[in-house]
Nanobody, 120 residues
Framework: QVQLLESGGGLVQAGGSLRLSCAAS?????MGWFRQAPGKEREFVAG????????MYADSVKGRFTIFRDNAKNTVFLQMSSLKSEDTAVYYC????????????????WGQGTQVTVSS
């Protein structure tokens, strides 16, 4: 059983930055970050392959968010910059096999989520 623990959420002003972390127990997996705003469906934000050599981003965050990982510490990070009010959501990290997927249903393991609130 893989356990994922997110941290780093909080309140930030528009234009500011935050770094989210996701610590995973056990073997390194492909990891994804998703987010869910009130009244909206959960959406893919960014993903990184098990090796870290492949990354994917949602169009809405390209150029502003960066996903990276430290496999020695089994931790994945999401560096968020130039934050906008529309980035406000609960952010979840998720784990699956080797390859990235943009589909939440492909991820069997999920963290509890961390709230990110961007004030305008």
């Amino acid at each position: 059983q893989v356990q994922l623990l997110e941290s780093g959420g909080g309140l930030v002003q528009a234009g500011g930055s935050l770094r989210l972390s996701c610590a995973a127990s056990g073997f390194a997996y492909a990891m994804g970050w998703f987010r869910q705003a009130p009244g909206k469906e959960r959406e893919f934000v960014a993903g990184i392959s098990r090796s870290g050599g492949s990354k994917m981003y949602a169009d809405s965050v390209k150029g502003r968010f960066t996903i990276f990982r430290d496999n020695a510490k089994n931790t994945v990070f999401l560096q968020m910059s130039s934050l906008k009010s529309e980035d406000t959501a609960v952010y979840y990290c998720a784990a699956r096999g080797v390859l990235i997927s943009t589909t939440s249903a492909d991820y069997p393991y999920w963290g509890q989520g961390t709230q990110v609130t961007v004030s305008s």
